[in-house]
């Protein structure tokens, strides 16, 4: 069983820079990708950022220019690093973690509140 722990959420002021770590549980280079997804209270959870295994990264394209999805694998975490946050990106953002065999995993989330 993979473990993905996210890191690094808080409250934040509008215009301001947060960095979220995810901390996987075994090498990040057997996953076929890994993305950030967020939730905000009533929405539908949607991807943020991904990148794939060859690094090769992919954004939605409200957070293009402001978002950098980022790995250290020797370190086994995927970053993501938001600047220029917005107060309607207030949620609960999500790592996960995909494999070859169509396996998803999930981190429980932490929590970016954009509020002056």
């Known amino acids: 069983q993979v473990q993905l722990v996210e890191s690094g959420g808080g409250l934040v002021q509008p215009g301001g820079s947060l960095r979220l770590s995810c901390a996987a549980s075994?090498?990040?280079?057997?996953?076929?990708?890994m993305g950030w997804h967020r939730q905000a209270p009533g929405e539908q959870r949607e991807l943020v950022a991904s990148?794939?295994?060859?690094?090769?990264?992919n954004y939605t394209d409200s957070v293009k220019g402001r978002f950098t999805i980022s790995r250290d694998s020797a370190k086994n975490t995927v970053y993501l690093q938001m600047n220029s946050l917005k107060p309607e990106e207030t949620a609960v953002y999500y790592c996960?973690?995909?494999?070859?065999?169509?396996?998803?995993?999930w981190g429980k989330g932490t929590l970016v509140t954009v509020s002056s």
């Open positions: 075994r090498s990040i280079l057997g996953f076929n990708s």
């Open positions: 996960n973690a995909a494999t070859w065999l169509g396996i998803t995993y």
């Open positions: 990148i794939g295994r060859s690094g090769s990264t």
